[in-house]
């Protein structure tokens, strides 16, 4: 019998090429969909040239992902691809209303004529908006604070209404902040690891007292492969670790890992919007799927730091790319 192929969109992006890497181990047959755009990178995926099938596809181009599936014709879809950075879409929202709104409706229609048997959609605790009491639980209320969350609970409402209208086998999973190696240096972590390697000021949104629930990018990816192979079609589910900290113990932990001063730390005028805090209720996907974190977030941490310090030159390619960005974008608004 011919093994069963799965379509991974965005893969080529930093979870993406967390759960490709896990699945290839597993002797999964991967066809990878990427636009690559900035976030993504073929870097990440060289290690598994040759043992998966990858097109170079926007989402949101319907001829191209049908003759894509006509070609491949997958068994399940895990979609990761996405806009994902809060910041880019405060300053504008457009490129994700494009992907993680339209794109996820391309991608559900095609992968509905097409009978696949599993769709799984990455959803994000920032559905929720901010927790400021509690965790939430998969049946809280969705009420999205930043353009990026609100694309994002778009989505999540769209592949629930697929299920719910046409029976379609779609899952969700919402998972909590990631982090570990092939960060993109835009968010958070890899920020801090970065400027603090080259002694650089390491900003800090207001006081540093955003609080997030960290998730080990391995933990996260081995919870999706857990949803494919046991999740219910239909249900949703929370994924994180329970190790919550704030924003600024954080980055102090990073500074004492790399023996640097918190001196280095730099107070900046808040996100506008900013959730204060996010908390998931994760026990349903550990009593009825059996998944649980196991990556404690020191040794996650110390594995990610080591990480960018033998990847600097990549990470530094990548800052350098940004602080172009952002030095255009600063141009164009004065
Ligand atoms: N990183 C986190 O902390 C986190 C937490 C919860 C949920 N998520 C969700 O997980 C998913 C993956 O996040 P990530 O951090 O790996 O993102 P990422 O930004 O590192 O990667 C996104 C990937 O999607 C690709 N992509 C973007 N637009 C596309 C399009 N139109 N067509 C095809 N490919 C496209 C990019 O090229 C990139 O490879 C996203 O859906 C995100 O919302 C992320």
Redesign the pocket.
């Known amino acids: 019998m011919k093994k069963r192929k799965i379509l991974v969109?965005?893969?080529?992006?930093?979870?993406?090429?967390e759960f490709v890497r896990q699945a290839v181990k597993e002797g999964k047959k991967l066809v990878v969909?990427?636009?690559?755009?900035?976030?993504?990178?073929m870097a990440?995926l060289k290690e598994f040239e040759g043992k998966i099938e990858f097109f170079k596809?926007?989402?949101?181009?319907a001829p191209k992902l049908i003759e894509i599936f006509k070609k491949t014709r997958p068994d399940a879809v895990i979609?990761?691809?996405?806009?994902?950075?809060v910041d880019r879409s405060i300053l504008g929202s457009g490129?994700f209303i494009?992907?993680?709104v339209e794109?996820t409706q391309v991608l559900l229609d095609v992968s509905k004529n097409f009978e696949v048997s599993r769709f799984i959609h990455?959803?994000?605790?920032?559905v929720y908006g901010d927790v400021l009491k509690g965790r939430s639980i998969e049946d809280s209320p969705i009420v999205a604070s930043s353009p990026?969350s609100a694309s994002?609970a778009a989505a999540d409402l769209l592949v629930r209404s697929y299920v719910r209208t046409f029976g379609f086998p779609a899952i969700v999973v919402?998972?909590?902040?990631?982090?570990g190696p092939?960060?993109?240096p835009e968010?958070f972590i890899p920020v801090v690891i970065h400027k603090a390697l080259n002694n650089e000021h390491v900003p800090i949104y207001a006081q540093g007292l955003n609080e997030r629930e960290w998730?080990f990018?391995g933990d996260?990816a081995n919870a999706v492969l857990t949803v494919l192979k046991k999740g219910k079609p239909g249900e949703a589910y929370n994924v994180s670790s329970g190790d919550s900290k704030k924003n600024i113990d954080v980055a102090k932990r990073i500074l004492d890992i790399l023996g640097k001063p918190h001196s280095l730390l730099t107070f900046v005028k808040d996100r506008p919007g900013h959730d204060l805090r996010y908390a998931l209720h994760s026990s349903k996907i550990k009593n009825q799927l059996g998944w649980e974190a196991e990556t404690s977030f020191s040794k996650g941490l110390e594995e990610t730091v080591l990480w960018y310090q033998k990847n600097a030159l990549w990470c530094a390619r990548k800052a350098l790319a940004l602080k172009h960005h952002w030095s255009k974008v600063y141009i164009k608004k004065s």
């Open positions: 969109t965005g893969g080529a992006g930093f979870i993406g090429r969909v990427d636009s690559l755009t900035y976030a993504g990178d990440r596809a926007d989402i949101g181009h979609h990761f691809a996405a806009e994902t950075h490129p494009k992907t993680n794109g990455i959803s994000t605790d920032e990026y994002k919402r998972p909590s902040n990631n982090y092939w960060q993109y968010k998730l990018v996260c």
